[in-house]
């Protein structure tokens, strides 16, 4: 299988993790969505990171979806079996993927848009949701507990501490480190492991 996007994007970086700790052997391809988008389009015209080129040639985008396929080819499970454990870590995981998704809508708004035609209401609207995302997941996260990534890390751990990573790369002044210890400190622990190491984003 082929993992094609860059692992500064979060949702790469998310995918490429989590084969890892599933066991999933894929090779990456570091294609970028704006420099290299004539070659990317040529393995998927929807030119979308994450894209997964199987092994019987089939493409996949989206990685949530990504990841429920991957979820078959591997023993190891990245999300509890079901109940309450099950509705908190994809509650988890929503709240990451919103963080994701938000700043990455800053992120393209700042560096693609020119300076003069910013649309600050826009922006303002989009920061306040990044912000109550990351309000949400500190509280959240420090009510009810992740067991430590060293001990058992699923699809929510990998999902927060790559948003966390991703906040503090690319807008690092809107989400202050100091005003989340709870994700800082989970991020930090889960950056040690083999899995996250071996994957930068940077």
């Known amino acids: 299988m082929q993992l094609v996007g860059m692992l500064d994007s979060p949702f790469v970086r998310r995918v490429a993790i989590a084969l890892t700790v599933l066991g999933v052997p894929f090779e990456h391809r570091p294609l970028s969505v704006f420099s290299t988008f004539d070659a990317f389009g040529r393995i ?32 190891r499970r ?10 908190h870590a994809l509650r988890l995981t929503g709240l990451a993927l919103a963080v994701c998704e938000k700043a990455v809508q800053i992120v393209y708004e700042h560096k693609l848009r020119p300076t003069e035609k910013l649309h600050a209401p826009w922006l303002e609207r989009v920061t306040g949701q990044l ?26 751990g990998i999902t927060i501490a790559v948003a966390w990573d991703f906040l503090q790369m690319m807008v690092p002044d809107t989400v202050a480190a100091a005003g989340y210890p709870t994700l800082a400190a989970y991020a930090e622990q889960a ?11 940077r």
């Open 44 to 75: 998927n015209p929807v030119v979308k990171a994450p894209t997964l080129v199987c092994d019987d040639g089939g493409v996949l985008m989206d990685s949530t979806l990504i990841l429920q396929w991957a979820a078959t080819l591997s023993p």
């Open 78 to 87: 990245l999300q509890p079996a079901g109940g309450a454990a099950l509705h």
């Open 131 to 156: 912000l109550a995302a990351c309000a949400l997941l500190e509280d959240e996260l420090a009510r009810a507990p992740l067991p430590a990534p060293a001990q058992e890390i699923g699809d929510a």
């Open 191 to 201: 950056e040690r492991l083999p899995a996250f190491a071996t994957l930068p984003a």
